[in-house]
């Protein structure tokens, strides 16, 4: 079934649909840590990822008015663009150094050259798609073997320094691995001809684990960094209440010192320990003379200082 009546199958449609969904979610999660590069990276590669099904899914369309040679032109050339970033992308996002061949010359050779040389040339001359297309993927098949080797040695050396230690950091790797897996099989499927449906589950079900594990990713980060705010929340009570038995403070002093140093006004505190804002200044009165301290400022200061 297609969409709308157009050249994309529905099935392709609803993948690409569900990526521009995690492209949004990540694209969220990214301005709330413009600083992680890997992060970014990955956006890239969604967004060339969403192009790829967007111009293989919609082209040739004969309702499009841009000449047929032309619109398969393009969809190729995505196509490619996309494998030469994802190359890039393994190597800079997994800190692969023994990539460094193929994300540069490797990828210019071996995958940009036949492009040209062996689609667009061919295509040009005879006009002949089948053909072309049989000639182009021969080489970029056999240079995604090469690099899946490549790539399988440089992730052994990795863990084998125990960098993947981390579940979460395993998980990331072994999904992106298997997403290299399923776009090395591309070259296989439009070597016997324009199987689209077949196509676009086969190459982007990988990038759909690696959404739904960069998701779970995020959400484990969170929970982590809710823990550890927690643990420093409790850290910083227990630092004041040590810090409070140390100047000789009472416990109505000690409460009283923990209230100023969140930041609330005497009238606020009243209300809350139900005493009169008379007393509560000459309690912060009694608190000054102990901590040595002239206004609130220094209070808290000294009272959050780990060398009171």
Same mark, same amino acid.
């Not at 676009?200 to 759909?208: C, E, K, Q």
């Not at 959400?219 to 004041?240: F, P």
């Not at 009472?250 to 009238?267: C, D, M, Q």
């Given at each position: 079934? $297609?969409?709308?009546?157009?050249?994309?199958?529905?099935?392709?449609?609803?993948?690409?649909?569900?990526?521009?969904?995690?492209?949004?979610?990540? &694209?969220?999660?990214?301005? /709330?840590?413009?600083?992680?590069?890997? $992060?970014?990276?990955?956006?890239?590669?969604?967004?060339?990822?969403?192009?790829?099904?967007?111009?293989? !899914?919609?082209?040739?369309?004969?309702?499009?008015?841009?000449?047929?040679? &032309? /619109?398969?032109?393009?969809?190729?050339?995505?196509?490619?663009?996309?494998?030469?970033?994802?190359?890039?992308?393994?190597?800079?996002?997994?800190?692969?150094?023994?990539?460094?061949?193929?994300?540069?010359?490797?990828?210019?050779?071996?995958?940009?050259?036949?492009?040209?040389?062996?689609?667009?040339?061919?295509?040009?001359?005879?006009?002949?798609?089948?053909?072309?297309?049989?000639? =182009?993927?021969?080489?970029?098949?056999?240079?995604?073997?090469?690099? &899946?080797?490549? =790539?399988?040695?440089?992730?052994?050396?990795?863990?084998? /320094? $125990?960098?993947?230690?981390?579940?979460?950091?395993?998980?990331?790797? &072994? #999904?992106?691995?298997?997403?290299?897996?399923?776009?090395?099989?591309?070259?296989?499927?439009?070597?016997? !001809?324009?199987?689209?449906?077949?196509?676009?589950?086969?190459?982007?079900?990988?990038?759909?684990?690696? #959404?739904?594990?960069?998701?779970?990713?995020?959400? @484990? /980060?969170?929970?982590?960094?809710?823990?550890?705010?927690?643990?420093?929340?409790? #850290?910083?009570?227990?630092?004041?209440?040590?810090?409070?038995?140390?100047?000789?403070? =009472?416990?109505?002093?000690? @409460?009283?010192?923990?209230?100023?140093?969140?930041?609330?006004?005497?009238?606020?505190?009243?209300?809350?320990?139900?005493?009169?804002?008379?007393?509560?200044?000459?309690?912060?009165?009694?608190?000054?003379?102990?901590?040595?301290?002239?206004?609130?400022? @220094?209070?808290?200061?000294?009272?959050?200082?780990?060398?009171?």
């Amino acid at each position: 079934m $297609r969409f709308l009546d157009t050249e994309m199958y529905m099935v392709t449609f609803l993948i690409t649909a569900f990526e521009v969904i995690m492209l949004l979610f990540q &694209i969220v999660f990214y301005l /709330q840590r413009t600083t992680d590069k890997k $992060r970014f990276l990955y956006l890239l590669l969604i967004v060339g990822v969403i192009l790829y099904n967007i111009c293989s !899914g919609f082209l040739p369309d004969n309702d499009i008015p841009i000449a047929i040679p &032309i /619109q398969n032109g393009v969809a190729y050339f995505v196509s490619f663009c996309v494998s030469m970033y994802f190359v890039w992308y393994f190597y800079l996002a997994f800190d692969l150094k023994h990539l460094k061949f193929f994300a540069t010359f490797g990828s210019f050779y071996f995958l940009f050259l036949p492009f040209l040389l062996l689609f667009v040339l061919p295509y040009a001359i005879t006009g002949d798609l089948a053909l072309s297309r049989q000639l =182009t993927v021969v080489i970029p098949f056999l240079y995604g073997l090469v690099f &899946i080797g490549a =790539t399988t040695r440089a992730f052994k050396i990795k863990f084998t /320094q $125990r960098e993947y230690s981390d579940k979460l950091k395993r998980q990331t790797v &072994i #999904s992106a691995y298997f997403a290299l897996i399923c776009w090395v099989s591309l070259p296989v499927i439009v070597f016997f !001809g324009d199987h689209q449906v077949i196509q676009h589950s086969i190459t982007n079900a990988g990038f759909l684990t690696m #959404s739904l594990v960069y998701v779970q990713t995020m959400i @484990e /980060q969170a929970r982590r960094e809710y823990s550890m705010l927690q643990h420093t929340e409790q #850290s910083k009570e227990e630092l004041v209440a040590n810090n409070c038995k140390l100047f000789g403070l =009472t416990v109505r002093e000690s @409460e009283i010192a923990k209230l100023l140093g969140n930041g609330l006004p005497y009238k606020i505190i009243a209300s809350t320990l139900n005493i009169s804002e008379k007393t509560v200044a000459k309690h912060v009165s009694n608190i000054f003379a102990k901590v040595k301290v002239t206004n609130k400022v @220094e209070l808290i200061l000294k009272i959050e200082s780990r060398t009171s």
